[in-house]
């Protein structure tokens, strides 16, 4: 059974950093793209970042380019988002996801996890 656990979330001011995890299980995770979606509050799923299988792809959304960064593990099974400069509008549920996500429509598709709130606000 596929398994997606993510954590690393909290509350942060605007300007702070924080490192999201997920622990993947189930499934083959080094031949598979793997990426990370966020949903705030009131609205629908937003791509965030997606990495091929061996890491040396990596697609980051518009409004995270420059400050977030994907990376994955395939020796610990486990994918990271490494956020900093974090501002209000950061705020959401993240959640990982199995696939090469680069579109919002995409992002509601696919196995996900149950995700970890990161909330920004001074």
């Known amino acids: 059974e596929v398994q997606l656990v993510e954590s690393g979330g909290g509350l942060v001011q605007p300007g702070e950093s924080l490192r999201l995890s997920c622990a993947a299980s189930?499934?083959?995770?080094?031949?598979?793209?793997m990426s990370w979606v966020r949903q705030a509050p009131g609205k629908g799923l937003e791509w965030v970042a997606a990495?091929?299988?061996?890491?040396?792809?990596?697609r980051v959304a518009a409004s995270a380019k420059g400050r977030f960064t994907i990376s994955r593990d395939n020796a610990k099974n486990t994918l990271y988002l490494q956020m900093s400069s974090l501002k209000t509008e950061d705020t959401a549920m993240y959640l990982c996801?199995?696939?090469?996500?680069?579109?919002?429509?995409?992002?509601?598709?696919?196995?996900r996890g149950q995700g970890t709130q990161v909330t920004v606000s001074s």
């Open positions: 996801a199995l696939g090469f996500i680069v579109t919002d429509s995409a992002a509601s598709m696919g196995r």
């Open positions: 990495i091929s299988p061996s890491g040396g792809t990596t």
């Open positions: 189930g499934f083959t995770f080094s031949t598979n793209s």
